[in-house]
């Protein structure tokens, strides 16, 4: 409860800093953040960059023993479609590199990581989706 406030106010400020759709993508990556704790995951990252700037992982977290990179997309609606189509080869191999190196960084092998998806439909309320092992 007191973290969904503290959210609600940082929000608030981001919102005046960030271009709204900067702002929107914070905002969704902090409640995507939240429904995987919910749902027992545990974070160990966000917004990893590896050194040579290739690609940047929204979410990192363990699911039981199984390390999960998660993408996160939002969008104020789905006319266009779903926000996870956003995601592309190009899109998709970058982040297998980001991984790689984290993989590497925190000795754990490949076998044990899976990327997810966590989509946000809307604005006020958003509808959250959760796609595990998407690609």
């Given at each position: 409860m007191i973290l969904s406030l503290f959210d609600k106010v940082r929000h608030r400020i981001e919102r005046k800093r960030y271009t709204p759709e900067r702002a929107n993508g914070v905002r969704g990556e902090d409640l995507a953040m939240r429904f995987l704790q919910a749902r027992k995951f545990v974070i160990v990252g966000r917004n990893f960059r590896p050194r040579?700037?290739?690609?940047?992982i929204d979410i990192i977290a363990w699911?039981?023993?199984?390390?999960?990179f998660v993408e996160v997309k939002s969008a104020v609606d789905d006319?266009?479609?779903?926000?996870d189509r956003a995601i592309d080869r190009y899109k998709r191999e970058r982040l297998e590199w980001a991984a790689r190196c984290y993989l590497s960084k925190a000795?754990?092998?490949?076998?044990?990581?899976r990327f997810d998806i966590v989509t946000l439909v809307?604005?006020?309320d958003p509808l959250i989706e959760?796609?595990?092992a998407a690609f």
């Open positions: 040579n700037g290739r690609g940047e699911d039981g023993d199984t390390l999960v006319e266009c479609g779903t926000p000795r754990v092998p490949w076998e044990r990581s809307g604005e006020i959760h796609y595990p």
